[in-house]
């Protein structure tokens, strides 16, 4: 880099010490955490939901007639089926975003790796 210009080594050198400071902490490897949080209370609250309504409905005789229906024993089962598949759908967008994050991140690192090989840093 002996004969490149000063300036253009100040500039290049500026570009590689910002792109060093982005790159410091990685937002997506977070963002992924927390959708994998959301993905897993999701799945425990769809199973717990569907084990409960499988507990109560896999025992009754729909045709008996003295078989009475709980609405309350209903009405959380189906919150927590509806609250379950909310976080599903949460972390399907928290992991998507999550995943352009990381190609994101990807490719100024790799403009990192070419000013470090362009300055002369690593050889």
Do not use: Y
Not at 53 to 82: E, I, K, Q, Y
Not at 96 to 122: G, P, Q, V
């Amino acid at each position: 880099m002996a004969d490149a210009p000063p300036s253009d080594h100040a500039s290049l050198r500026r570009e590689l010490d910002d792109l060093a400071r982005r790159l410091e902490v990685r937002p997506s490897v977070d963002v992924a955490r927390n959708g994998f949080v959301l993905l897993f209370v999701g799945l425990l609250s769809v199973g717990i939901s569907w084990a409960l309504f499988w507990d109560r409905w896999d025992r009754l005789d729909p045709t008996d007639p003295g078989v009475r229906h709980p609405t309350v024993f209903m009405t959380a089962s189906g919150l927590v089926l509806v609250l379950g598949a909310i976080l599903l759908v949460r972390s399907t967008v928290v992991l998507r975003r999550s995943r352009r994050m990381a190609r994101e991140e990807a490719a100024l690192f790799t403009r990192l790796r070419e000013l470090r090989r362009l300055l002369e840093i690593d050889a």
